[in-house]
C-alpha cells in the first residue's frame, strides 16, 4: 500500500525534526518545511495527504496555510499546532474547516493518532472521488450502474441480443432494475427510433388492464363514450414492455397468446383486425417454470415469452456494485437539494456491504435518499444507519454474558462473522478459484487472500 505523505510546517527546526522522525518511523513519507511563504509551492509539487501546521509563525501564519489548503484541496485535511494558552485559536481554525489541533508541546502518541485519523479521513476522501469518477464514466451505459463481473456479461448478452426481434424474458427479484434491462434492449435494437411502452399488469383490474392493452371501441361497454387506441397499438413498430407478466389472467393470457401468434389485435367492440408489428419484453418476480407446473400461466404463452431469458442477479451477488450505486445515488439526491454529497465512514461501508438488501437496488435508492435528508454533517456514520437497516446480527442465546456489549468489539465481530460466510459461499460458486472469486466479488487477489488468511487465524484450533 502507498503510503500517506505528511508535510508538516513550522518555523522552529526542532519541532520539525521531532515530526519528522516520529512519523517517518510509523511508515508515513514526512516533508518538512521550514518556510511557509512556499507552502503552496511546495504543495503543488509533493501532493501530501496531510498537512500539519503551526498556527503561529511569522510571515505566512498557519490561518493562512490552513484556507489555502482547503481552497487547493477541500478533501485534505489540515491539522494545526498550536500553544497550550492559544487553543482558542486552535479552536477557531477547527472551525474554519482544520481536521483536528494538537497543543504543544504533545506525546507521540497524540500526534501520531491524530495524523491516523486524518489519513484514514484522505484515504476515504479519495476513495469517494474515485467512485463518483467511475459513476460518471458509467452513467452513460444505458442508465445501469454496476461493474461487477456479473452484471458485465449480463449487460453485454443483452446489447447481443437487443438487435435481432427475438422475445425476451427478464426474471430476478424486485428492485433488482428488469425494467432498465428491458429499456437498454430497446435502445440497442433496430427498433430504438420507434416508442418503448411500459405495462405494469400488477397495477390494474382485468377489465381495465384489458381496455388499456387492447383499446375499445365507442360505446363498447358502459363509460366507453369514444374510442381508444390500445397500448399494443401505441408501440407498433417498437417494443412493449410488461411487467409482472404472471399476473395476466388466463383471459388475458389466451389474447395475448393470439396477438403473438397472428401479429394482429382485435379493440374490444371491434371486428377489425389491426396488423401489428412490436417486439415483446417481459418481467416478472416469480418462477413461470412453478406457474406453468401448477397451472396458473399458460405453457403455450411461456414458451413464447421466454426465447430469450435473462436472470439478473440480486445485489447481495454483486457486493462489489455497492459503494459504486452508494455514491451515485448520494450525488443525485444531494445535487436535489444543492448540497454537497456526504462522505460515508469506514464502519458505515462495513454495514451497508454485509446488509442483505432484500429490496436490492430499489431499497439501496431508497436508503441513499433518506441518508441524505437526514443529513445534518456531511457524514454517514454507522449510527445513522442503524435505525434504516436491519442487519440480522443478533446476540449467541446459549451465553448472552459472553457476548461484547461494547460497540466495536460487537461489529467487528458481526463483520467476521459475515465475511467468513461471504468468502465461504463465493469460493464455493467458484470452485475455489481465488482469482475468479476476486474478481467476481470486485476486490483484488490480495485482499482475498488477506481475508482468508484472517479467517485461518481467527478460526479455532483442533485439539489432538
Not at 416508442?195 to 383499446?215: I, N, T, Y
Not at 430469450?308 to 447481495?316: A, I
Not at 437526514?374 to 444507519?385: C, N
Request: glycine fraction near 6%; charge should be neutral; hydrophobic fraction near 40%.
Amino acid at each position: 500500500m502507498e503510503r500517506s505523505r505528511i508535510l508538516v510546517i513550522d518555523d522552529e527546526p526542532a519541532m520539525l525534526e521531532n515530526c519528522e522522525r516520529l512519523l517517518t518511523r510509523e511508515g508515513y513519507a514526512c516533508t518538512t518545511l521550514a518556510e511557509p511563504s512556499r507552502f503552496r509551492q511546495v504543495a503543488a509539487e509533493l501532493e501530501p495527504d496531510v498537512i500539519i501546521t503551526d498556527l503561529r509563525m511569522p510571515g505566512t501564519d498557519g490561518m493562512t496555510i490552513l484556507a489555502a489548503g482547503i481552497a487547493d484541496d477541500p478533501s485534505r485535511p489540515v491539522i494545526v499546532m498550536t500553544a497550550f494558552a492559544t487553543v482558542a485559536s486552535a479552536v477557531a481554525a477547527v472551525r474554519q474547516g482544520a481536521f483536528d489541533y494538537i497543543t504543544k508541546p504533545f506525546t507521540a502518541d497524540q500526534l501520531l493518532v491524530t495524523v491516523e485519523r486524518a489519513a484514514r479521513f484522505r484515504g476515504l476522501s479519495v476513495e469517494n472521488r474515485s467512485l463518483r469518477q467511475q459513476v460518471a464514466r458509467t452513467i452513460g451505459n444505458d442508465g445501469i450502474l454496476g461493474s461487477s463481473p456479473v452484471l458485465a456479461r449480463l449487460l453485454e448478452q443483452a446489447r447481443k441480443v437487443a438487435p435481432t426481434d427475438a422475445n425476451v424474458l427478464i426474471t430476478g427479484e424486485s428492485g433488482t432494475g428488469k425494467e432498465l434491462v428491458a429499456r437498454l434492449i430497446h435502445t440497442h435494437s433496430l427498433r430504438q427510433d420507434r416508442p418503448f411502452v411500459p405495462v405494469d399488469c400488477a397495477a390494474m383490474p382485468e377489465g381495465l388492464l384489458e381496455s388499456e392493452l387492447f383499446g375499445h371501441e365507442r360505446g363498447a361497454f358502459t363509460g366507453a363514450v369514444q374510442r381508444k387506441d390500445g397500448l399494443l397499438s401505441k408501440a407498433n413498430g417498437g417494443t412493449v414492455f410488461l411487467d409482472e407478466i404472471a399476473e395476466l389472467s388466463t383471459t388475458l393470457q389466451s389474447k395475448l397468446l393470439r396477438v403473438l401468434e397472428q401479429r394482429q389485435m382485435r379493440r374490444i367492440g371491434d371486428s377489425r383486425l389491426i396488423d401489428l408489428d412490436i417486439r415483446v419484453v417481459t418481467a416478472t418476480n416469480r418462477d413461470l417454470e412453478v406457474a406453468v407446473a401448477d397451472g396458473s400461466f399458460r405453457q403455450d404463452l411461456y414458451y413464447r415469452l421466454n426465447v430469450v431469458h435473462f436472470l439478473l442477479p440480486p445485489l447481495r451477488a454483486r457486493l462489489g456494485d455497492i459503494p459504486l450505486l452508494m455514491n451515485a445515488f448520494l450525488s443525485e439526491f444531494a445535487t436535489t437539494a444543492r448540497r454537497r454529497p456526504p462522505e460515508v465512514t469506514a464502519e458505515a461501508w462495513a454495514i451497508l456491504e454485509r446488509h442483505t438488501w432484500p429490496g436490492n437496488v430499489r431499497e439501496l435508492r431508497n436508503t441513499a435518499q433518506r441518508l441524505v435528508v437526514l443529513d445534518t454533517d456531511g457524514r454517514i456514520t454507522a449510527d445513522d444507519l442503524s435505525g434504516a437497516l436491519k442487519l440480522g446480527v443478533e446476540a449467541p442465546q446459549e451465553n448472552p454474558a459472553a457476548w461484547p456489549v461494547e460497540y466495536a468489539r460487537a461489529q467487528d465481530e458481526a463483520l467476521r462473522e459475515f465475511r467468513a460466510t461471504y468468502v465461504k459461499r463465493l469460493l464455493e460458486l467458484h470452485g475455489g478459484n481465488v482469482s475468479r472469486a476476486a474478481e467476481s466479488a470486485g476486490v483484488s487477489r490480495r485482499t482475498l487472500h488477506r481475508w482468508l488468511a484472517e479467517l485461518n487465524a481467527s478460526a479455532p484450533k483442533e485439539r489432538p
